[in-house]
């Protein structure tokens, strides 16, 4: 089996050709398989169009495209992937369009997906959603809601919801889903944000799949919001694992990527726009 991977949309560009690629606060992901070609995410909506005319993506050759949650980050550039693809089947947690906020100087920001689930509808959107893992095509597993397991992974707490009674409360994202790809070197688990914590990711890959070998980790994993504790585990565990590659993106960070690159070398890399994996 060989898949392409195309980083679309992410916060940096780190290349030089083809020149006037766009970064933003987000992530995107094309995957060209043997079995079609996908989006995973759509990043916020500011650069996916720009980027994918310079890249040769060409949304009208999309077999669907899967979310890994619910944030205007990642679902920001739907409407545009629609005037092009028309009617086109998208995987999600049910909770796609539930309530989510960040907390910042005191005030309630509203980052939920930024339009009504209706009116993706008429633009062809065709939701499939499912909480337990989906098989979109033999070789890509949606995750489904990933068991939160890991006493260090405690979450982002600016990241909240609202209770029946209109209380604030942390955010418990139940939508934060992953994507898992059997590849003949390993699985590769591709990420939106990591809400769900990498070490119940990893955990949850190993189990649904039952394929020990992790190739690759790639996406934001949200370590530039995460404890010490946390940090320390989450590096001990994928090299306890022996992964082979490393792409950080997103919400890894400055920090997170320093560490992610000192403890892995060679093996670490900036998933940046217009990066492309070859498998």
Request: aromatic residues 8%; glycine residues 10%.
């Amino acid at each position: 089996m060989s898949i392409q991977l195309t980083i679309l949309c992410e916060n940096s560009v780190d290349q030089v050709s083809p020149y006037g690629l766009l970064g933003e606060h987000g992530f995107c992901c094309h995957l060209q398989t043997p079995d079609g070609n996908f989006l995973f995410d759509t990043g916020g909506g500011m650069t996916i169009r720009n980027n994918a005319k310079l890249l040769g993506i060409d949304f009208t050759n999309l077999q669907g495209i899967m979310f890994s949650h619910g944030h205007f980050d990642h679902t920001g550039g739907l409407k545009q992937v629609l005037e092009k693809a028309g009617k086109i089947p998208i995987y999600a947690h049910p909770d796609l369009f539930s309530e989510h906020y960040s907390k910042n100087s005191g005030k309630m920001h509203n980052i939920g997906v930024p339009w009504p689930q209706a009116e993706l509808e008429k633009l062809g959107a065709d939701f499939k959603f499912s909480a337990a893992p989906y098989k979109v095509t033999p070789d890509l597993l949606l995750s489904g809601e990933v068991p939160r397991l890991s006493k260090v992974e405690t979450g982002d707490p600016n990241l909240l919801s609202l209770a029946e009674n209109g209380t604030e409360i942390t955010d418990p994202l139940h939508d934060d889903l992953s994507l898992f790809i059997n590849t003949d070197k390993g699985l590769v688990i591709l990420l939106g944000c990591a809400h769900a914590g990498l070490l119940n990711i990893i955990d949850h890959a190993i189990k649904v799949t039952g394929n020990k070998k992790i190739y690759m980790v790639l996406g934001g994993t949200h370590l530039k919001f995460c404890s010490e504790e946390q940090m320390t585990a989450t590096l001990n565990r994928l090299e306890e694992l022996d992964v082979d590659l490393i792409g950080a993106s997103h919400c890894t960070g400055l920090r997170g990527a320093r560490m992610l690159a000192e403890r892995f070398g060679e093996r670490f890399f900036s998933a940046s726009v217009g990066v492309k994996i070859k498998i």
